[in-house]
C-alpha cells in the first residue's frame, strides 16, 4: 500500500505534468502560426510594414529547422534546444562535408524514418555567409537582401526560393516528430512577396 504522503506527492506531480503540458501545446499553437500579408494592411507607413512584415517571417527564419542547416560555425546542429551535430561533421570545401565524412553517407534522399535521418537530394550546409544562427531578425534581414552575401540573389528571386525551394521546403516536412518551422511553406512566400513589394524594407537589428 502507498502511504499517504507518498500518494499525495505522486498526485501532485502528475497534476504540474498534465499543466506544463498544456501550457507546452499552448504556446506551439501560438508559435507555429503565421500572419498573413493583408493583417499587415493597417500599418499605413509602407515602409514601417514591409519591416512588420518581416519581422513575422523572422519566425520561420530563426527557427531551428532552418538555423541547424545556416549555424555560425563550420559544423550543423540538431534539434530544437539545439545541440552540436552528432557524429561530429564540419561543411568541408564545398557544404557537403569533410572528404572522409560527407553528408550524402547519412542523408539520403528523403527523410529515412528508421533511422531518424533527414533527407534531401541536396542535402549540405549554407555557405558561411549565409549564417543565421544567433543573429537578430533585423541582422538577417540586412544580409539576406544582401547579394554578397544571399549566393548573388536579387530580393525578388528570395520569393521563390523561400515559397518554393524544395531544400527549404524540408523545414515544414522534417519527419521523426521535429517540429516543423511555423505556418505553410506557401505562406512564407507569401510574407516574402509581400515584403518585396513594400520595398523590402529591414526591422532595427
Ligand atoms: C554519420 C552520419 C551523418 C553524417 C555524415 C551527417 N549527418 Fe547530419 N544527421 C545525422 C543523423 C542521424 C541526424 C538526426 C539526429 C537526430 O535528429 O536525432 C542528423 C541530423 C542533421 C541535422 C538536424 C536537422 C534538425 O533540424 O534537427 C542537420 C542540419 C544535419 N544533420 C546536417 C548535416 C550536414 C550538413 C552534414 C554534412 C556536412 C551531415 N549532417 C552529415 C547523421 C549524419
Ligand atoms: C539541409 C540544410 C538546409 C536547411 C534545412 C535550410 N537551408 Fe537554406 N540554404 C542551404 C544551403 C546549402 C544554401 C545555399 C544554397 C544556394 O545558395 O543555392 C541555403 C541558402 C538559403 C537562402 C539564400 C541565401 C541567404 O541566406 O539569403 C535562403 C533565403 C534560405 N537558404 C532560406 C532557408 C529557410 C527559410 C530555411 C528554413 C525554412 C532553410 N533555408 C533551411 C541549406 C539549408
Avoid at 518581416?54 to 542547416?69: A, D, I, M, Y
Wanted: glycine share 12%; proline share 9%.
Amino acid at each position: 500500500m502507498i502511504s499517504d504522503a507518498r500518494f499525495t506527492t505522486i498526485a501532485v506531480i502528475v497534476a504540474l505534468a498534465g499543466s506544463l503540458g498544456a501550457g507546452y501545446a499552448a504556446s506551439q499553437t501560438a508559435s507555429h502560426a503565421l500572419a498573413s500579408p493583408d493583417s499587415f494592411a493597417g500599418i499605413a507607413d509602407p515602409q514601417k510594414r514591409s519591416a512588420a512584415i518581416f519581422t513575422e517571417l523572422g519566425k520561420v527564419l530563426t527557427h531551428p529547422r532552418c538555423t541547424n542547416c545556416h549555424p555560425a560555425g563550420d559544423s550543423p546542429r540538431q534539434g530544437d534546444t539545439p545541440r552540436l551535430h552528432q557524429p561530429p561533421v564540419a561543411r568541408g570545401a564545398d557544404g557537403h562535408g569533410l572528404e572522409t565524412m560527407r553528408c550524402q553517407a547519412c542523408h539520403l534522399k528523403a527523410n529515412f524514418e528508421p533511422g531518424r535521418v533527414p533527407g534531401h537530394p541536396e542535402w549540405h550546409l549554407a555557405p558561411r555567409e549565409m549564417a543565421w544562427e544567433g543573429k537578430t531578425v533585423g541582422e538577417i534581414c540586412e544580409q539576406i537582401r544582401d547579394p554578397a552575401r544571399n549566393g548573388g540573389r536579387k530580393v525578388d528571386e528570395l520569393i521563390d526560393h523561400i515559397g518554393k525551394d524544395t531544400l527549404v521546403g524540408w523545414a515544414w516536412k522534417p519527419g521523426f516528430g521535429r517540429s516543423p518551422a511555423p505556418g505553410t511553406q506557401e505562406q512564407a512566400g507569401a510574407l516574402v512577396e509581400a515584403w518585396v513589394k513594400t520595398g523590402a524594407a529591414c526591422p532595427a537589428p
